[in-house]
């Protein structure tokens, strides 16, 4: 049994949520390992608090449309940040993650209720989700920490804008 070059991240809820290891060959350096953990880390923090937006809103479903988007935001700040990987989301990641999060489920003549403050951070953290996987395989060391901050940095000013702040 070989180790893999990229160990598990600390954080992901399901035995395969980490990120795959690099292709034979092309082993990740500890920097990039590094980007990974915090892009994993940093997207794990932005989803417990979408979480908490979710479980603030009165209309039951525009709380599961922004569960759903914290998920999405999981698994694009882990699973698909992978290593020789083509890095092409699925729709479904790429319609969670899209602006429509801010007007919740479609059907309703309602929008989630969040601050204005609120609204812009979970525009800021989606697109940042949106934009891990897309990062320059050879950039992760460079990229990601960067991202990761800006995402950590969105998630603070939300968290600073919430009702009776």
């Known amino acids: 049994m070989t180790t893999s070059p990229l ?8 035995p395969d949520a980490g990120p795959k290891p690099a292709p034979p060959g092309e082993e990740l350096t500890e920097e990039e390992r590094a980007g990974l953990q915090l892009a994993a880390a940093a997207g794990e923090r932005a989803a ?8 603030r809103q009165p209309v ?17 700040c882990t699973r ?8 092409d989301l699925t729709a479904e990641l790429r319609y969670r993650l899209d602006g429509s999060v801010l007007l919740g489920a479609t059907n309703l003549e309602t929008v989630p209720e969040l601050t204005r403050g609120e609204r812009i951070a979970l525009a800021a953290v989606a697109a940042l989700a949106l934009a891990m996987p897309g990062t320059a395989l ?6 990601l920490p960067h991202l990761a901050q800006v995402m950590d940095e969105a998630v603070a000013a939300g968290r600073a804008a919430a009702p009776g702040r």
Do not use: K, M
């Open 60 to 76: 039951e479903v525009h709380g599961r449309v922004l569960e759903l988007t914290a998920e999405a935001i999981e698994q694009t």
């Open 138 to 143: 050879t950039r992760y060391e460079r990229e």
């Open 48 to 55: 417990a608090w979408v979480r908490e937006l979710a479980r």
């Open 80 to 87: 698909e940040i992978i290593p020789g990987n083509d890095n």
């Open 7 to 14: 160990p598990r991240l600390p954080i992901p809820s399901s």
